[in-house]
């Protein structure tokens, strides 16, 4: 179920968002969907992350769960069926145990293919198994968001809710004295951002990635100004002081394994 | 306050009212006695009322949730407590208007109370940024709700705002961290909180004032993750399909209520809590006594306990059957 | 010692700085020390404010204390000298218990006549014995300050260290739970503003006070720039999250006291 | 770096070592043999200087300590800690450049550093706004330093400033506030802290960097409540005597050290800090693991009572006489 890189950009070449070149789609497998010209950091799926970020063969993923349908909500199964086929996960969700060059942590990393990585009750849920197994165990917590505009609308309510429950798993970890490194990439917004994703010991960005609450469209709609240049971006986000740093993913392994060990 | 168009559902019974009214004037210059007959006409428009408020759809009760006459925040805080201090400020950046906030009297207890506030006219609403908040005023709501804590005081939260204000200000000085940071400091307050929910609940912007112990909605409100505008235009393309948007997001107090989202459903006078400040806060004050009561006997680290509880089992999802695996 | 309005304003005619009106002296005294024109509040002493603010007979001072010199700092034993003969005090606070409306309190209050309300080892040290009687007796404890510049320069860096030794007693006054109402009058500035003045549960200040950490002189040399309207003024302020209200002087009191009763 | 002027009290020496050079280079192309009489030289030149460094009065240590090729923080970081990450940001407003802080392994346990940041040249001290601090900049050091609380590991300060900026935008974003909190968090934080002045440390801005378990102090630093010239400015309408203010300040480490003010000197090398960084830092890495040492076996409660106990000391006064009163 795991080993397939569904995410890999279609075609032999795709076109990069950053410098509008076209890009041979295998020679972005090999730099970890950076533009070679760039530096651009393409949007990539959980299981290509997750190959990316953990020891090989770590991962222990959590018993899986499928979303219900509170609200009877019309299309809402068919929507997650599909879903489930084309990206090969669950929800929205990939969690479970994994060592980041040979030190144990939680992981969970939002997969913006699922339905644009938004939050509803499986997702809420995944998280909070998370945080609770990390404070039973006393492990850190790793998240890698990018989650789109975060509510999972067809749940309603319910999503809304995953908001407080995910926040509250959060601060009991924290509350046991335990590290919770959140990695915000490219989009994390709305409910996800809002809630656990916003509160990590450290919060790291990869360049580039979009940041905030509101989405830019939203904003300029109410407000009927032409937006700043580089608006919720990661760099603007470092600018006004919401993350602790950028870090390009080349470097991002190395980078939370050393967070990890002086955490130990 | 200006007149303002009654709902188009209204309108049958606004007539009839208005018939009755020309009834009665006509007759006292006529002097003729038609008494019966007007007592009639008005048993009959109280049963029309009743049908129409009785039936209304989901969207309708947004509608009504929104009404400019609707009591706001201050309106609340003058009816339900006996006293009230304003407290203003972030301590950080600016005092913003779209959230009061200060420690009031409930029958003669201090009580931290936090709501948005929207304006009356356009020039209130301009200073209230229409009751929509910058994260200063949850970082100011916070505030207050953590100096509750440290004197032990209970904190009362109204909700009725359809976000948080979606700018580039608020962005840039972290409206999403400020929404975060707000729910994880109510969800380990040590005192009890009630959230009653006034008119609209919309998004994190409103759970951010509603992580309580006792969430109480009056009868005519709204709660949920997006606004059927919002939701209609996101599904359809089309905003103007709200009203079956808001059918579609169960978004009123009876499926809140069986959801367990809410705990209870303040009754509001026939035809909205507009038609009667006085009446809708002397329902909210009877509420807060008999829930404040009920929580305020809880030890503070149980009462943490059980609210963290209380949103732990919220969410709808079933294990994956070993056949799908 | 304590009953002579040492501070009103000599002379029979006084201007206002408000409105640059004239006003006759015997006049301010019945209002309070504020201008009946523009309401300008006359800055006013220790005593007088002891007497609007407190029960009468209802104030017990702490046992004086005196300014040594420990640097050695030419000309400060006089200026200590001439002051206390000014202005009846030992220094420039006056700190003691007193009750305000029936309600007890630990009270202090800086007088600006006093070596501009400077803040040096005797007013660190009264205001420490005043937090940590406060904290003994499990009382709130109500500061007015309007300490100009804040630091005492002939004290060095004794001056400079009573900031930490006050934030202190306020710190461990608070965390027994008792309330502190600062309130600000004009001018309160420097090492006072930027310590205990600051960090009250519930701050106060009165209209048009002053409310900073550098001077306004200092922040116009510095940046070159023409002062934003209003600067430093309690009403921008109140205007920037930085106080919880303004109260008019006649008002203190009852205000004062009521949230007294509320905190009990 | 670029070429500095000697300071004047150095030229003596400077045109020494000079004439020394070009003796060298004179024998060296006239194949001469003046080994002697250059080796007699250079040990008169070590002596010239060990007589100037010895007598240095209180503002020529102040010019010392704002020397611009002493090390800055950054430097510090380098030269004292086997590995650094930075964190950024006040999770408020803004990220300030005028503030690094992160954590930093020192022999191997991970430690808490926080300090202003002075800038090498014009662009980056624009940037590092000459290193002196806005609100958020204390806000970014105090959410560094629960951090480290949380986590258990020490703080490390850097004390190098003439004081917050007196800015406008400062003022607006409460810069009192911030420096008080600072004032406050340090003073009950549960953890070691050691703060090392190594430049300037001026008024409350330093301060808030400064409520430490153990306070040491560079040969040639000055720590005051005032700036010798703004002293001097009030003193006599006149900055240009700030040599004689700076005397009466008392604000050399000698001075603190006998005040109880600060608990060690740290010797730097002959000349300053700034002919020898790497020596400076190494000094300054055998300080840290001699008082890190001491406190780190101290409880944390204890540690707390201790720090407290330090600063309440701190004062000098008497009681008012019978005969006085
Ligand atoms: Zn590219
Ligand atoms: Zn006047």
């Known amino acids: ?264 | 306050m200006s007149r303002v168009q009654p709902f188009e559902w209204e309108k049958p019974l606004v007539e009839l009212e208005e018939r009755i009214k020309e009834l009665k004037r006509f007759c006292s210059r006529a002097k003729l006695d038609f008494s019966e007959e007007i007592a009639n006409l008005e048993r009959k428009a109280w049963t029309l009322r009743r049908e129409i408020y009785a039936s209304l759809t989901p969207y309708q009760r947004v509608l009504m949730a929104r009404h400019p006459h609707r009591p706001t925040t201050l309106d609340y805080i003058r009816l339900v407590f006996d006293d009230f201090v304003e407290f203003h400020g972030d301590r950080t950046f600016r005092d913003d208007g779209a959230i009061v906030g200060g420690v009031a009297l409930f029958e003669g207890q201090p009580v931290t109370v936090v709501g948005p506030q929207k304006g009356r006219d356009t020039k209130e609403n301009v200073a209230r940024n229409f009751g929509l908040p910058h994260p200063e005023g949850y970082r100011k709501a916070l505030r207050l709700m953590k100096q509750a804590e440290k004197f032990g005081r209970p904190v009362i939260t109204f909700i009725d705002l359809v976000g948080a204000y979606p700018g580039v200000e608020a962005e840039e000085r972290g409206q999403g961290l400020a929404i975060a940071q707000c729910i994880e400091g109510m969800s380990f307050l040590k005192v009890p909180i009630i959230s009653v929910i006034t008119g609209e609940g919309g998004s994190g912007g409103a759970l951010a004032l509603g992580v309580a112990d006792r969430v109480l909605m009056l009868e005519n409100a709204w709660y949920s993750v997006i606004s059927p505008e919002m939701c209609a235009s996101i599904l359809w393309r089309d905003s103007a399909r709200a009203a079956e948007a808001a059918a579609l997001l169960r978004l009123s107090p009876t499926d809140l209520l069986k959801f367990g989202i809410i705990d209870d459903v303040i009754t509001e006078p026939l035809g909205g809590a507009h038609r009667d400040h006085a009446f809708t806060g002397m329902q909210i004050r009877a509420f807060i006594r008999r829930y404040l009561a009920e929580i305020k006997r809880i030890a503070p680290e149980r009462l943490v306990e059980e609210r963290l509880a209380r949103f732990r089992k919220l969410g709808q999802f079933r294990e994956k059957r070993l056949a799908e695996i």
């Open chain 1, 1 to 264: 179920m795991m080993m397939n890189l569904e995410e890999a950009p279609e075609g032999l070449w795709t076109r990069c968002d950053g410098c509008a070149q076209m890009v041979f789609s295998k020679e972005l497998e090999k730099t970890g969907f950076l533009c070679p010209t760039c530096g651009h950091h393409f949007r990539i799926g959980a299981f290509q992350r997750l190959a990316m970020l953990v020891d090989e063969g770590s991962f222990t993923p959590f018993p899986p769960l499928v979303a219900a349908n509170p609200l009877d909500f019309p299309g809402y199964e068919q929507k997650i069926k599909q879903a489930q086929e084309q990206t090969g996960l669950d929800d929205a969700a990939l969690v479970g145990k994994a060592a980041i060059q040979n030190t144990d942590c939680m992981l969970a990393i939002v997969d913006f293919s699922f339905m644009g990585g938004s939050m509803g009750s499986v997702v809420g849920e995944q998280l909070v198994r998370c945080f609770e197994r990390a404070t039973a165990e006393r492990l850190p917590v790793v998240v890698v968001s990018g989650g789109g505009g975060g509510a999972r609308m067809q749940e309603g309510v319910f999503s809304l809710m995953q908001m407080a429950k995910t926040v509250q798993a959060v601060g009991r970890h924290s509350r046991a004295g335990l590290l919770f490194v959140s990695i915000l990439t490219h989009p994390t917004m709305g409910g996800v951002y809002a809630s656990f994703a916003a509160l990590g010991d450290i919060v790291l960005a990869e360049p580039g990635a979009l940041i905030g609450f509101a989405g830019p469209r939203i904003v300029a709609e109410t407000t009927r100004e032409k937006l700043p240049e580089g608006f919720q971006t990661a760099e603007f986000a470092l600018e006004h002081g919401l993350i602790d740093a950028i870090v390009p993913r080349p470097q991002l392994a190395q980078y939370v394994s050393r967070l990890l060990e002086w955490h130990r």
